[in-house]
């Protein structure tokens, strides 16, 4: 009867709408109603319109612990006034609270779309959260317009936007869990388990993994963390980050439980009877932490505590669980175990069938460079090479490394320094912290030709730090090794298995002559650096920065962005000619070294007469002494054309006087006279 009177007195018709079983009675037109006109149409028996097109509000429709802790703890945070009402629909086994929570829609804001919740299945980070924007209900309680706050137009387009969505991509492959079991489990789990960090992090990605809906379980894991457990806001956060992963399933927890309570653990195995599947598990996904199985060879690898690729046989693997073979032999015949098919180094490739060593940079950030520790080291660098392209180059090189580490530079870096303490090994020393595992330092160039190579399995660049003459010994191997593309791994009584090279090299002496460089050579650059040894204060200065992750971000940012060339070059420098004169055959460093013998007494020198000095003065010298006479005369009449000439008894050459000869020689090769032109008169001239 009061229905009726209503409708009457507001010129309202009213129709039967039946809502979850029930029939009501709304007044036609509801919509319509302001919100004092709702509260005034007061009758027990009838459906309270609260919501309307006049006064535009938002109702948050809580329907578990999660969606109502996340809206108290979000009015809090924000500030805002908390009004709400009990929800009268229906209930459900999974709905643990009911409530509505009301605020105001911001002015001249469009609620553009009408939200209905999530039915019952948990958001992972609201919760089971309805967006209500058109509600009619059973109405106990008045509301005042006045009491309520105006939601924020973020949290209201975050809501909006991304409820829906998620919960569709979130839940639609779920399948229903027992949560008392995981539960249980949790309980079994020391404190320590959540006032550390890691594992309190594990523990909520082995839950997450598990399914969505345990993050109820999740949060109350969390408050045995005492002081650091900062609210459901927190762990929601924590949740939406964790990604769904394989990695860390139940076994894993599992294997927490029984180190914490074995007795507990066993007695929540044969209440869930999962003892046998749930121990092999455990220990499956400990031992998949390090090995793996690599199809194209059929063994298996893991790194050691050194960082180095190790890998076993099948029978190896079963020495080594001598203590459980039984599992060992179960997870050598699992098909699912961790496998791929080969191994290999390749930057910027996520071929899942790959183990692939690299695995990105340690510093790979955007934070802003701090220009002044930045500047320290580029001092140092200005320093050491002093000329502009030299630098540059230096720069190029490692900037590229870190650029486009899929690429080799193709060109070695060789610095020498007669002086100790020079700083030059300092500087390396700040690349190899930003390439960080992906090198490889060696103290003997033979090092590089060893049969077994594991070392080198996954290295961006090889560091050889004080190398001797012996380079001149493997210069043909160290030329294949700088450009080459492929490279056998090899360990002892293991297959060798073949990857992409990446490597480049930089090389440190303090011997002048430790490489034979070619004239024709595009391999090498060569750099000298003639400076005294550094003072040290600025040693010290160097060495703290060395430790400084500031500053190793903001070199690591500088290398990656600066512009660097489509091609490095292996220029000439002064030491490189140097090198290549000292590295020519014995005959031509003969004539320019002793070009008084042959030029102070004009007279013909034959090439037989030349081939016998040339052996003598090669022995005398310790230079290879083993060329042909062909050889020779190939190549001296290359040097020396114009002085070559023919005769009735034979070719022979005939070089011009001292002073001449000096200036001729001078402009052709100066890296080889180190006479002083003022000394070219001297009478002391041994004779021929």
């Not at 044969?270 to 598990?281: Q, R």
């Not at 899929?406 to 303490?421: A, F, Q, W």
């Not at 600066?562 to 002064?574: G, H, W």
């Amino acid at each position: 009867m009061e229905i009726k009177n209503f409708c009457f007195k507001n010129n309202l018709s009213f129709i039967p709408v039946t809502y979850k079983g029930k029939i009501y009675d709304p007044p036609k037109g509801w919509k319509e109603f302001s919100l004092d006109e709702c509260n005034n149409y007061d009758d027990t028996n009838k459906m309270g319109f609260l919501i309307d097109t006049k006064n535009k509000f938002v109702i948050l429709d809580t329907d578990d612990q999660v969606s109502e802790k996340y809206v108290r703890n979000k009015i809090d945070e924000l500030k805002l006034n908390m009004v709400s009402t009990k929800s009268n629909s229906n209930y459900y086994d999974h709905i643990m609270c009911k409530k509505h929570f009301w605020f105001k829609v911001p002015e001249n804001y469009k609620v553009h779309k009408k939200c209905h919740g999530s039915n019952g299945v948990g958001h992972k980070i609201f919760g089971c959260l309805d967006i209500l924007t058109d509600i009619a209900e059973h109405k106990e309680e008045i509301l005042d317009p006045d009491e309520m706050s105006v939601i924020p137009e973020t949290w209201l387009e975050e809501l909006m936007d991304r409820q829906i969505k998620d919960v569709k991509s979130d839940h639609k492959n779920d399948v229903e869990i027992n949560k008392e079991k995981y539960t249980e489990l949790l309980n079994i789990l020391k404190d320590e388990r959540a006032t550390n960090f890691k594992t309190w992090i594990d523990v909520g990605m082995i839950l997450k993994n598990e399914s969505n809906e345990l993050l109820d379980a999740y949060d109350v894991f969390s408050k045995r963390g005492g002081s650091n457990y900062k609210g459901i806001a927190d762990i929601v956060k924590r949740w939406d980050q964790f990604k769904n992963s394989g990695d860390l399933k139940i076994g894993t927890l599992c294997l927490m439980a029984k180190e914490d309570d074995e007795k507990k653990f066993k007695k929540w195995q044969a209440k869930y009877k999962t003892s046998n599947d749930s121990e092999y598990i455990s220990q499956k996904e400990e031992l998949e932490k390090e090995y793996f199985y690599l199809k194209d060879t059929s063994c298996f690898g893991y790194y050691d505590s050194k960082g180095q690729l190790i890998f076993k046989s099948k029978q190896d693997l079963l020495l080594d669980y001598a203590h459980d073979v039984d599992f060992a032999k179960k997870w050598i015949a699992d098909i699912n175990k961790r496998s791929y098919n080969r191994i290999d180094f390749i930057p910027n490739n996520n071929d899942p069938k790959v183990y692939n060593l690299f695995s990105g940079f340690k510093y790979n950030n955007n934070n802003p460079i701090n220009h002044t520790k930045l500047k320290i080291f580029l001092d140092l660098i200005d320093y050491l090479f002093v000329n502009k392209e030299d630098v540059d180059t230096i720069l190029d090189w490692f900037s590229w490394i870190r650029q486009r580490p899929e690429r080799k530079t193709e060109k070695s870096l060789v610095i020498y320094s007669d002086n100790h303490g020079v700083g030059k090994n300092t500087f390396i020393q700040f690349f190899l912290k930003i390439i960080d595992n992906y090198y490889a330092k060696i103290n003997k160039i033979e090092d590089l030709s060893r049969q077994f190579n594991s070392q080198l399995a996954n290295k961006l660049l090889v560091y050889g730090d004080e190398i001797t003459c012996k380079a001149k010994d493997l210069r043909s191997d160290l030329k294949n090794f700088i450009t080459q593309t492929e490279i056998n791994i090899e360990r002892k009584n293991h297959d060798a298995v073949k990857m992409k090279d990446l490597t480049n090299y930089i090389f440190t002496s303090n011997s002048a002559n430790a490489f034979f460089i070619e004239p024709s050579d595009r391999r090498f650059i060569l750099f000298e650096i003639d400076k005294p040894k550094l003072p040290d204060d600025k040693c010290n200065e160097l060495y703290k920065l060395l430790e400084d992750n500031e500053m190793l971000e903001s070199l690591d940012t500088y290398l990656k962005n600066r512009p660097i060339p489509d091609k490095l070059t292996a220029y000439m420098t002064s030491y490189k000619k140097k090198l290549i004169a000292q590295c020519l055959p014995a005959y031509i460093q003969m004539v320019y070294c002793e070009f008084r013998n042959f030029s102070t007494i004009p007279r013909q020198w034959y090439i037989d007469e030349l081939f016998e000095r040339a052996i003598v003065y090669a022995k005398s010298h310790y230079l290879e002494s083993t060329f042909s006479r062909d050889k020779m005369c190939k190549d001296l009449k290359t040097e020396f054309s114009e002085h070559f000439k023919h005769g009735k008894k034979g070719n022979y050459y005939l070089f011009p006087d001292v002073e001449k000869f000096y200036k001729y020689l001078k402009l052709k090769r100066p890296e080889l006279m180190f006479v002083d032109e003022n000394d070219i008169d001297d009478e002391n001239v041994e004779e021929v």
